[in-house]
């Protein structure tokens, strides 16, 4: 028998360990990612991005221009629309 015993349990291990390797290398969407990708695809629709990356405004004024723009039909969830201004509050309008 010798050291055949040991070639599936060794195998396992080597399966997992690039299993886990390749899940870590995955990238991750982030909730930067995903605002800058809702910016874009979202607001872009009625105009450029450059009214949003020239202004700069408070959290509370973000939130109250993002609402504006959802009663002119920006397509937002409250959940994205809450992304959007968080993120637009920590980037100062740079996506």
């Not at 050291?3 to 909730?31: F, S």
């Not at 874009?40 to 939130?63: F, G």
Request: proline residues 5%; glycine residues 4%; charged residues 25%.
């Amino acid at each position: 028998m010798g050291r055949a015993h040991l070639i599936i349990p060794i195998l396992t291990i080597l399966l997992l360990l690039a299993t886990i390797t390749w899940a870590c290398k995955q990238p991750e969407r982030t909730v930067t990612s995903d605002a800058e990708a809702l910016i874009r695809e979202r607001c872009t629709k009625c105009h450029t991005l450059a009214p949003i990356q020239s202004a700069k405004k408070t959290p509370e004024e973000w939130e109250k221009t993002v609402q504006r723009m959802r009663l002119k039909g920006a397509k937002l969830s409250d959940e994205e629309a809450k992304l959007v201004i968080q993120y637009l509050s920590q980037k100062g309008g740079q996506p």
